[in-house]
């Protein structure tokens, strides 16, 4: 067989058969190479392994050859020179956090991220000497005057949970490295077959395995994507000492999810697109959050640095609390869950589940009102999903 350079070749088939390297049984599927520690062949071999002298496997905390296949295909997928997998998502934004911060940094985030990387920044980070600022997502003189000497790095989700904000990476990262700052993207909504955050100038993309990459709701898992540099000094040595490694099971389900990756996520945004134009017709939405609307403020922003415009379509129902708890509970179809990426069709009521802890002030800042409510589409037919809405609308 001869040697491949995948570099050559798209994301749709790095996404099949990239890293992937046939033992002597010759199998076609990718084994789970389900073992805790590596034979070597003498006590020099060891030595030389544990040292980094020679290359090899050592211990599955930090290396494992189904978790290796993983980590090369995302790396390859999202333009990254190297990437490493994590027991899940929040275990990755912890080790870019154990690995680029120390006591007195400064971080600058956007308000609009998931809950708990909000809590952890807050929190725990804060608990050891990072102080961290939110600001508004799309408002880049706001990320800028943020900014410290001792800013560390900017961290940001686009489009933004519940409500579809989309940031422009390439001017953050601008910003970001004026300051000699990092720009980190956290690419779980859009994953790299819509979007490529370090082609746009981010240093550091993070995901959370556990939604699209998966994509049938199964296994909890998470990533680091970055340069050799900061891999190699920075995120490398805390996941070998710190221990959130991914499991080479839920690494070969999280390879079966790439593989079908780039169909998913058209089939999902084409879903998204057709019952985001519906809900904007009907009786009693008074508000629909979709970056594929013309009526969304970063409707040409989308167009630029996404291939398509997400499978996350969020709105407003007239009546409040009421009146969306009412129609959730209608829905027969749909499952009423806060997950989101799944094959299957989530509905969420953000207000008081995925935004409940936060007080009726700093949500109402935030723009999550009482009758919002968020789909993630599936992949069912979107006439029946339709059906189900309309019914409950
Ligand atoms: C779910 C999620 C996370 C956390 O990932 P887990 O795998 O649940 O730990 C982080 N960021 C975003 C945008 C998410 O949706």
Not at 17 to 34: C, K, N, V, W, Y
Not at 147 to 162: A, D, G, Q, V, W
Not at 235 to 262: C, D, K, Q
Not at 329 to 355: E, F, M, Q, R, Y
Request: net charge negative; aromatic share 8%.
């Amino acid at each position: 067989m001869t040697d491949i350079n995948w570099n050559d070749y798209s994301l749709e088939t790095q996404a099949i058969r990239a890293g992937h390297r046939r033992t002597q049984e010759d199998e076609h599927s990718l084994p789970i190479f389900a073992t805790s520690s590596y034979v070597f062949k003498n006590a020099e071999e060891a030595a030389l392994r544990f040292t980094g002298q020679k290359p090899g496997n050592i211990y599955s905390r930090f290396t494992n050859p189904t978790v290796d296949v993983f980590q090369q295909r995302l790396a390859l997928m999202e333009k990254g020179e190297r990437c490493l997998a994590f027991a899940s998502g929040m275990a990755a934004i912890m080790a870019v956090g154990m690995g680029l911060l120390k006591a007195g940094d400064h971080v600058v985030c956007s308000r609009g991220v998931f809950g708990n990387t909000v809590l952890l920044f807050q929190n725990y980070f804060g608990k050891f000497g990072v102080e961290t600022d939110f600001v508004d997502l799309i408002d880049a003189s706001a990320w800028e005057a943020a900014i410290k000497p001792n800013t560390r790095f900017l961290f940001l989700e686009t489009p933004s949970n519940p409500l579809t904000e989309i940031a422009d990476i390439a001017v953050l990262a601008d910003i970001a490295h004026r300051h000699q700052a990092l720009l980190i993207v956290d690419n779980c909504f859009c994953t790299p077959a819509l979007q490529k955050p370090l082609e746009l100038g981010a240093d550091v993309v993070v995901h959370s395995a556990t939604k699209y990459i998966d994509g049938q709701g199964r296994c909890v898992g998470g990533a680091v994507v970055a340069n050799e540099d900061i891999i190699e000094k920075h995120i490398y040595p805390y996941l070998r000492t710190g221990g959130a490694t991914m499991s080479p099971f839920n690494a070969w389900v999280f390879l079966s999810g790439l593989e079908t990756l780039a169909v998913r996520m058209k089939a999902h945004c084409d879903n998204a697109f057709e019952l985001a134009r519906w809900l904007e017709q009907q009786v009693g939405v008074s508000k629909v959050y979709y970056p594929g609307l013309a009526s969304h403020p970063q409707h040409e922003l989308a167009r630029r640095q996404q291939t398509h415009f997400g499978g996350v379509v969020s709105f407003e129902v007239v009546g409040g609390k009421d009146k969306a708890w009412a129609l959730i509970d209608a829905t027969a179809l749909v499952s009423i869950t806060a997950n989101l990426g799944d094959v299957k069709t989530t509905i969420t009521h953000p207000a008081t589940t995925t935004h409940g802890r936060l007080t009726p002030e700093v949500r109402a800042a935030a723009g999550i009102k009482d009758g919002l409510i968020r789909i993630s589409v599936g992949l069912e037919n979107v006439e029946d999903i339709k059906r189900d809405l309309g019914r409950a609308l």
